[in-house]
Structure formats: C-alpha cells, structure tokens
Nanobody
Framework: VQLQASGGGLVQAGASLRLSCTAP????????MTWFRQAPGKEREFVAA????????YYADSVEGRFTIFRDNGKNMVYLQMNSLKPEDTAVYYC?????????????????????WGQGTLVTVSS
C-alpha cells in the first residue's frame, strides 16, 4: 500500500487547511487510517484515526474540536480538515494505514499498528 499525502502549506494562525491522503489500493476500504504529525525536534505524535467503516473516530486532545478526519472509501481517500490552526500545529503530517480490526483507542492511536506510511506533507502556521 503506497500512500500519498498532500495539502500542506503556509498559513496564518486561525486559517484552515485540508490534507488529503490517497492510497492506490483496491483493499483500501478495509484499512483503519490515521494522521500523525512530527514537529521539529519532537516525537511523532498521534492526531486522528478513523476505522474502515468510519464508525469510530479518535482525536488527540490538542486537536479535538478543531480537526476532522473523514474518508471516502469509493475514492480511496482520507482527509484531515484542520480549522482554527495554531502555530503549535506546525509539523510534517503523515497519513498511515493499518489492517486494524478493533475500535480500541489504545491500538488505533498507536503508530506501531500502522504498517503503511505516506511521505508527509508540511504544515506551517505563522503567528
């Protein structure tokens, strides 16, 4: 599974961006999908996750209420709508996929369960 993330850019605080991730894989609809991010000098951290049915969604506390993850299995796409961006949201954002058959938050928010990663897209939020 090869993932391609796009949509990053330079915006001012308070602006919105929508990240997209595509996977040219006919079995895409069976994968849980997630977004992680990594700021300079920091560990890669969980942002949001969505099960393959879209029935379960989790967010990091830092983005809850501002970011929305959603997917279109017919188009093999997953999105991250980011509103009210803050300078601390500045990071490289990565999408990832994993065949995860549980709704357990501890698993869906852990990077070790995701086998396939995109190359990342840079989001820079200026103050």
């Amino acid at each position: 599974v090869q993932l391609q993330a796009s949509g990053g850019g330079l915006v001012q605080a308070g602006a919105s961006l929508r990240l997209s991730c595509t996977a040219p894989e006919r079995a895409f609809g069976t994968y849980a999908m997630t977004w992680f991010r990594q700021a300079p000098g920091k560990e890669r951290e969980f942002v949001a996750a969505i099960t393959w049915t879209s029935g379960t969604i989790y967010y990091a506390d830092s983005v809850e209420g501002r970011f929305t993850i959603f997917r279109d299995n017919g188009k093999n796409m997953v999105y991250l709508q980011m509103n009210s961006l803050k300078p601390e949201d500045t990071a490289v954002y990565y999408c990832a996929a994993g065949r995860i058959g549980t709704t357990d938050r501890r698993i869906l928010t852990s990077r070790v369960w995701y086998n396939y990663w995109g190359q990342g897209t840079l989001v820079t939020v200026s103050s």
